[in-house]
């Protein structure tokens, strides 16, 4: 059973940081993508950022690029997502997601098979 557990999330001040994690245990997906998305209340789920786990690749919305960075650690089968600079607008229910494929569709929330629960980011003004 494949399961993505998050971490990391919180509140900050306006231009803080925040680390988020996601661990990935019952699968490895080294021949697929894993990636970041977030939800604000009443809002869409949006993208944030993916890594194509076997050569690293980084993809970001143009809203966060420049301020979060996207990583990986093969050997713990876990992602980060770094976040500095934040802003109110940040304020969202952020999830980790993966698949088993890498394509071009990446940005795409519902190529995505696996998801976590999500864990909160404040932040205050």
């Known amino acids: 059973q494949v399961q993505l557990v998050e971490s990391g999330g919180g509140l900050v001040q306006t231009g803080g940081s925040l680390r988020l994690s996601c661990a990935a245990s019952g699968r490895t997906f080294s021949s697929g993508t894993m990636g970041w998305f977030r939800q604000a209340p009443g809002k869409e789920r949006e993208f944030v950022a993916a890594i194509v786990w076997a050569n690293g690749n980084t993809y970001y919305a143009d809203s966060v690029k420049g301020r979060f960075t996207i990583s990986r650690d093969n050997a713990k089968n876990t992602v980060f997502l770094q976040m500095n600079s934040l802003k109110p607008e940040d304020t969202a229910l952020y999830y980790c997601?993966?698949?088993?494929?890498?394509?071009?569709?990446?940005?795409?929330?519902?190529?995505?098979?696996?998801w976590g629960r999500g864990t909160q980011v404040t932040v205050s003004s």
């Open positions: 997601a993966a698949r088993e494929y890498y394509d071009a569709y990446v940005r795409q929330k519902y190529t995505y098979t696996y």
